[in-house]
């Protein structure tokens, strides 16, 4: 893998990917955030060595670096997901070549179902904790220890300052922002009424398919992390509706400019 982060890094580097302080991974409820860039440089991910492709139709497949309110960031336009068909070392491997690059920082944004009957659809939750319920690690495999300590510690995966700065931004801003337990699934199916009811039991505030193995990875290399989740759907097992994912989606866009709002805020303090 080191071999193939050299590829991978070297060809983006030759493409004018110079020194980003923040990697910054757009999950639905984010993509426009792409309008808000001042664009240096792209790379499609087919043309990036040894980099997985997005099938997920409303994913792009784009890595962008350009400035964002003053600072230099690296953006994935299009995330991948262990449903898709990739292993956890494919999903995380862009989260490597962004460390590689220089970024310090992680910001993630995605989807989620609100198991937390508190939280509405629409609105916004900073992710505190996580549950990792997808079978496996992005760190278990040889050779991990030449890229980080293997036992990375996770007693505090989300950066706490910056969780605080993102609650001062919502209040500012006037965003409902909640604060929760984010469970991790594998998917693409959703989740039945029992599972839901588990979900709840252990702990999680939300639950989605993605972000947790890119935080995992982005311990290993001792960045400061955080996510947000925008709540498309309220996951209540006694009422529980067939759900239609373009609502999902259309969810998601009607709450991204709180999300974009968050985001360029944030920066701006980095």
Do not use: W
């Amino acid at each position: 893998m080191i071999n193939q982060i050299t590829e991978s890094t070297e060809y983006l580097q030759s493409k004018g990917f110079e020194t980003p302080e923040i990697g910054i991974i757009l999950g639905t409820g984010l993509g426009q955030l792409i309008d808000e860039l001042d664009i240096i440089a792209e790379a499609s991910y087919n043309h990036i060595p040894n980099f997985p492709t997005a099938t997920v139709e409303f994913h792009k497949g784009k890595l962008i670096y350009g400035m964002l309110e003053g600072k230099k960031v690296v953006v994935m336009q299009g995330r991948f997901h262990i449903y898709e068909g990739y292993t956890l070392q494919d999903v995380t491997f862009p989260v490597r070549i962004m460390e590689k690059l220089g970024i310090k920082t992680l910001l993630v944004s995605n989807a989620s179902g609100a198991i937390n009957l508190d939280y509405k659809k629409g609105e916004l939750m900073l992710i505190d904790d996580h549950i990792n319920l997808q079978g496996g690690s992005p760190l278990a495999f040889k050779g991990v220890s030449e890229l980080g300590e293997r036992f990375a510690d996770m007693s505090a995966p989300y950066d706490a300052d910056i969780n605080s700065k993102f609650e001062n931004i919502a209040k500012d801003h006037n965003i409902t922002l909640h604060k929760g337990v984010y469970a991790s699934v594998v998917g693409p199916q959703l989740e039945t009424r029992a599972e839901y009811r588990m979900l709840k039991t252990i702990g999680a505030d939300a639950v989605g398919m993605s972000t947790v193995p890119e935080i995992i990875v982005a311990n290993h290399l001792n960045l400061k992390a955080a996510a947000v989740s925008v709540l498309t759907d309220e996951c209540n097992p006694d009422d529980l509706k067939p759900v239609d994912i373009s609502e999902i989606i259309a969810m998601a866009g009607k709450a991204e400019p709180h999300m974009i709002t968050l985001f360029k805020e944030l920066i701006k303090t980095l």
